[in-house]
């Protein structure tokens, strides 16, 4: 059985427009999209095979998440790892542009 991650450093890299996590050498990460004022449109996330299963991803999408909830912004998860996350954690349902399309739908 694969280890969580502890402590996980994760950046805001504003430039690459992701939140992004060295680990062991390797970069996780959850892209994004700023399309208009007032909403952010969660793209991709990735997560290298080696870091798979060690709540990696879970981390990246709640840090992304707080981001979106502390800067008021509305969230279209396009990404399924994204869509799933607030799927499974209601405290971030109220964040979701019920006006635009999502993954799975």
Excluded: W
């Amino acid at each position: 059985m694969k280890e969580n991650v502890k402590n996980l450093t994760i950046e805001h890299n504003e430039k690459l427009k992701r939140f992004e996590a060295e680990v062991e050498g390797e970069v996780a990460f959850v892209e994004y999209e700023r399309p208009e004022k007032g909403s952010i449109v969660f793209t991709h996330t990735i997560v290298p095979p080696p870091l798979e299963g060690r709540g990696v991803g879970s981390e990246l999408a709640h840090a992304a998440l707080e981001y979106a909830r502390l800067q008021h912004l509305k969230i279209v998860p396009q990404c399924v790892f994204i869509n799933a996350y607030v799927r499974r954690h209601s405290e971030y349902q109220s964040l979701v542009d019920s006006g635009r399309s999502h993954a799975g739908n």
